[in-house]
Every structure is written in structure tokens, then in C-alpha cells.
């Protein structure tokens, strides 16, 4: 069982770029959350994707989308990138049968 | 609202036992978690506790849940160099697993 797979690990962008990363969940899971991760911080819940749905979402801007396939796995899109953006994107994955959530390695994302 | 609160530090000596405190504001909160993560890493699952338990012990972990203060510790025993790391804890409050975090207590071990 591979676990929770991310990619790439990590980017470099621009202010003002878009940015697209990808998650593969656990082999069962069908729920995808997305977590920000500032330098210091603990994890923010950004949105959770579910039969391909967006089912619920934290507190963040519109530039922040997303989309799951029907392999379950799925993609965290960031518009008009700004320094803040700067942080470690964690990927979780969760089952509607179990009661956690398994995260994966992250991407380190830095916007200069 | 919900916010989780933790202390920011804590050093240890190796062989000794390690607590690691939380307070959690949301009385609604389902599960609570404590997840670790070491330098550069996702996040582990150490361990779960559901709201309607008083203790819970895996190993050399053992977490405490006072729901009536909204207090939550991880005790770990033995404590290890290995487990030097962040310790986060997190409440899942309206269930669907939208956890909210801690910002994390630093557990350094020293010999």
C-alpha cells in the first residue's frame, strides 16, 4: 500500500503565477482534504473533495480550487499566487467507513 | 468557534516520560487527534481518542481526555531521541473530518 502519494515536492513560482498539485489517496479512500501549512504553524483546513464534489471548505479565497477525478484522486489549483501563499501543502486522505485521516509527504510550495 | 491551544516547547530527558498538553474550545469535537511530524515530513497519526472516552492506551502512548475542561494530553513513556518532533493536536468538532489544529508543541529529547 503506497499511502498518501503528492507531487511534485517541491515548486518554485512567482507572485502572480498559478500553480497546480496533485494528490493520489490511499488505496480505499475516496475522500481527499487539503491542509496550508505555514512556517511555524499548524495545518489549515483549505476544502475536501468527495465523489467529486467539494463538500466542505475552510476559510480561504476563491483563488484557491480544486477538482477530484474519478479515481478519487485530485488537484489543488492556487490562482494569482501571492508571497503568503508560501507553505507546505499537506494532501489527507479518509474513508466514510473510518475515522481518521492519513496525510501524505506534503509540497513545499515557495512564491519569490 | 473552535481553536486548539498547545505549549510551544518541551525538553525531556531520554528514558523519561514526555506530556504533551492541549486545550480545545469547540464542545461539539467528535475526535481528537495527535499527529507528529518530524523536520521536512507530512504528518503521522500517532493517535485518536473519541469524545465519549476518558483514556485511551496504545504502546507507550497514552492520551487523557477531560472533556469537562476541554483538556486533552499525550503521555508518552520511555521517551526516545526518535521521538524528538512537533506534536500537533487536532478536534474534528462537526465530524467529516475537517480537523483543526494546534500550532504544535516541539519535543526535544536529550541524553
Known amino acids: 500500500d503506497a499511502g498518501v502519494t503528492q507531487s511534485p515536492t517541491h515548486l518554485i513560482k512567482t507572485r502572480g503565477q498559478q500553480v497546480t498539485l496533485r494528490c493520489s489517496p490511499k488505496?480505499?479512500?475516496?475522500?481527499v482534504s487539503w491542509y496550508q501549512q505555514a512556517l511555524g504553524q499548524g495545518p489549515q483546513f483549505i476544502f475536501q473533495?468527495?465523489?467529486?464534489?467539494?463538500?466542505q471548505r475552510g476559510n480561504f479565497p476563491d483563488r484557491f480550487s480544486g477538482h477530484q477525478f474519478p479515481n478519487y484522486s485530485s488537484e489543488l489549483n492556487v490562482n494569482a499566487l501571492l508571497l503568503g501563499d508560501s507553505a507546505l501543502y499537506l494532501c489527507?486522505?479518509?474513508?466514510?467507513?473510518?475515522?481518521?485521516?492519513?496525510f501524505g509527504p506534503g509540497t513545499r510550495l515557495t512564491v519569490l | 468557534g473552535e481553536d486548539v491551544e498547545q505549549s510551544l516547547f518541551l525538553s525531556v530527558r531520554e528514558g523519561d516520560s514526555s506530556v504533551i498538553n492541549c486545550t480545545y474550545t469547540?464542545?461539539?469535537?467528535?475526535?481528537l487527534y495527535w499527529y507528529k511530524q518530524e523536520p521536512g515530513a507530512g504528518l503521522q497519526l500517532l493517535t485518536y481518542i473519541f469524545s465519549n472516552m476518558d483514556m485511551k492506551q496504545d504502546q507507550r502512548l497514552t492520551v487523557l481526555l477531560n472533556k469537562k475542561d476541554k483538556h486533552l494530553s499525550l503521555r508518552i513513556a520511555d521517551t526516545q531521541t526518535g521521538d524528538s518532533a512537533i506534536y500537533f493536536c487536532?478536534?474534528?468538532?462537526?465530524?467529516?473530518?475537517?480537523?483543526?489544529f494546534g500550532t504544535g508543541t516541539q519535543l526535544k529529547v536529550e541524553l
Open positions: 488505496s480505499g479512500h475516496d475522500t
Open positions: 473533495y468527495y465523489e467529486e464534489e467539494e463538500r
Open positions: 487536532a478536534e474534528d468538532a462537526g465530524g467529516g473530518n475537517k480537523l483543526t
Open positions: 469547540d464542545s461539539s469535537s467528535t475526535y
Open positions: 489527507a486522505s479518509s474513508s466514510e467507513t473510518t475515522d481518521t485521516q492519513y
